[in-house]
């Protein structure tokens, strides 16, 4: 998607269709992206249209935070497995 | 793309911390054991593994490998260096996409307990080679990933 991106801005119909994914699975990378500056958004009418953050090529800030972001994702899993294995009717 | 390969070398290093509401003991056998790493490390369903292995032991390799859907293929192979129980896991590993050498990577895990609560700090330096990086490998991984934390937390419910 973010190479998709690189070529111009797109909705998230069409950043979806090389995908065979739920767009809602979509939607939800979309807002990791955004969260990680990677990508800003703007909503015209019911499209949402994505871009390139300004600078989210460049070699230094982005890009280390890109390499961040899978083994951030599998340690929330990882926390998400400890939850449901330890917490028996304890705190959630 | 099957040209002659632009040869270019990145070196990163970043740390995560996390704090998990459970014991030191509970993230340590999360990490070591194969069947509970299972439920975490792995790519998801959007990955069809074709070979996979997980030694948790100081010279113990770990293999992953096999195809995103409609993606490329990848491959990840570890080697544990060093190991102190309860307290630190160290391992280096490489990453290959469409037989492409991506990266190679140290990661050093530490825990500490804080209360009764566990803290671990992920820190990884790498090499990341011929800007291969930066396209769809790693945008399918993280798509995996976040499929599979979405079916984590689901399920935890």
Same mark, same amino acid.
């Not at chain 2, 014991?23 to 990490?31: D, M």
């Not at chain 2, 996979?52 to 491959?75: A, D, I, L, N």
């Not at chain 2, 080697?79 to 102190?84: A, E, G, M, P, S």
């Not at chain 2, 566990?118 to 499929?147: I, M, N």
């Given at each position: 998607m973010v190479e998709r991106l690189s070529r111009g801005p797109a909705s998230v119909s069409e950043l979806a269709r090389p995908f065979d994914v739920a767009l809602p699975t979509i939607v939800q990378h979309l807002g990791v992206l955004e969260k990680a500056g990677i990508v800003t958004s703007v909503k015209a009418g019911r499209i949402r249209t994505f871009q390139l953050a300004p600078g989210a090529l460049d070699p230094a800030g982005e890009w280390i935070s890109r390499q961040r972001l899978p083994a951030e994702r599998r340690l929330d899993r990882l926390g998400a497995v400890l939850s449901r294995t330890t917490t028996k009717g304890g705190k959630a | 793309m099957n040209n $002659?390969? &632009?040869?270019?070398?990145?070196?990163?290093?970043?740390?995560?911390?996390? +704090?998990?509401?459970?014991? $030191?003991?509970?993230?340590?056998?999360?990490?070591?054991?194969?069947?509970?790493?299972?439920?975490?490390?792995?790519?998801?369903?959007?990955?069809?593994?074709? &070979?996979?292995?997980?030694?948790?032991?100081?010279?113990?390799?770990? +293999?992953?490998?096999?195809?995103?859907?409609? /993606?490329?293929?990848?491959?990840? +192979?570890?080697?544990?260096?060093?190991?102190?129980?309860?307290? =630190?896991?160290?391992?280096?590993?490489?990453?290959?996409?469409?037989?492409?050498?991506l990266s190679t990577s140290v990661?050093?895990? $530490?825990?500490?307990? $804080?209360?009764?609560?566990? =803290?671990? +700090?992920?820190?990884?330096?790498?090499?990341?080679?011929?800007?291969?990086?930066?396209?769809?490998?790693?945008? &399918?991984?993280?798509? /995996?990933?976040?499929?599979?934390?979405?079916?984590?937390?689901?399920?935890g419910q």
């Open positions: - | $002659v390969t &632009e040869r270019s070398q990145i070196h990163a290093t970043f740390v995560i911390e996390r +704090t998990y509401p459970v014991p $030191v003991a509970a993230v340590w056998h999360a990490l070591s054991d194969n069947d509970v790493r299972d439920q975490w490390f792995g790519a998801g369903d959007a990955f069809d593994v074709q &070979e996979k292995s997980h030694e948790f032991r100081v010279g113990g390799h770990g +293999t992953e490998e096999g195809q995103w859907h409609g /993606g490329p293929r990848s491959r990840f +192979t570890s080697t544990y260096t060093d190991i102190v129980d309860l307290q =630190r896991i160290v391992f280096t590993y490489d990453m290959w996409v469409e037989g492409r050498h990661t050093t895990i $530490v825990l500490e307990p $804080v209360g009764d609560h566990a =803290r671990l +700090t992920y820190t990884e330096q790498g090499v990341h080679f011929d800007g291969l990086d930066s396209p769809e490998g790693r945008e &399918e991984g993280t798509k /995996g990933l976040l499929d599979q934390l979405g079916a984590c937390l689901i399920s």
